[in-house]
Each structure stands twice: as C-alpha cells, then as structure tokens.
C-alpha cells in the first residue's frame, strides 16, 4: 500500500489566542526595555563620573602651579622691595633719607588742624570794626 501525504488535505485547525500569552510577552518585553534603560543611564553616569574626576584632577593641578606661581612672584617681589636694595636705587634717583623736620607725627598733625579751624570760625579783627 502505498500513501500519498501531499494529496491528502489535512483538517484546518483553528487555535484561540492565548490573552495571557500575549501579555507575559508584553511586559517581558516591557521589562526588558526597562533593564536595558537602567543600564544605558547607569553607563552613563558612570561616564560622567569618570570625566568629572579628569577634570576636577587637572583643575587641582592647575591650582598647584598658580599656588607655586604666586609663591614664587610674592618671594620676587618681597625680594625687589627689600630695603637694602631699594636704598641704593633712591640714592641713584637723587633721594636723600627724611630729616627729623620733615616728618610730621599724626598727633603733631591733629594739633596743626584743630589750630587752623579755631583761628577760622574766629571773627576777623578787620571785620569787628
């Protein structure tokens, strides 16, 4: 006997849809999205870290040398401002060290003020007559 498959037609089979099929693949899906947006934003993050600790690191090494630069330009100009060579540098230029009169003491200056203002608000003898 001998059987021919392809010529016999089989029953059409109609299967219902599976609601909860359908769903379980939904929210797999949906999880999946989910983990995957989680991970994107976590590499993220992380790659903002790492770039922020570069940045923070070279701003500390830029700190460090405007630090040594500073040190090195106050000890400079502590060294230009030395008296003892500025002194010679006067003398060059002409400069003579002040006499004792030419020094006016802040009390010596008040006095001097106080002095002037009273003689001011005092009426002139030119003007009494």
Do not use: W
């Not at 790492?50 to 330009?73: A, F, K, P």
Request: hydrophobic letters at 40%; zero cysteines.
């Amino acid at each position: 006997m001998k059987r021919f498959p392809e010529y016999q037609r089989n029953a059409t089979i109609h299967r219902s849809r599976d609601a909860t099929a359908l769903s379980r693949l939904a929210l797999l899906l949906f999880s999946g999205f989910v983990l995957a947006a989680g991970f994107v934003f976590a590499a993220k993050q992380h790659f903002a870290a790492v770039q922020y600790g570069y940045e923070s690191e070279n701003l500390r090494r830029e700190r460090r040398q405007l630090l040594e630069e500073q040190r090195r330009l106050s000890l400079e100009k502590e060294k230009v401002s030395a008296p003892a060579r500025l002194a010679p540098a006067a003398r060059r230029l002409g400069l003579r060290p002040a006499t004792p009169g030419q020094i006016a003491t802040l009390e010596a200056k008040k006095e001097v003020e106080t002095t002037e203002t009273r003689d001011r608000d005092k009426p002139s003898a030119a003007l009494a007559r």
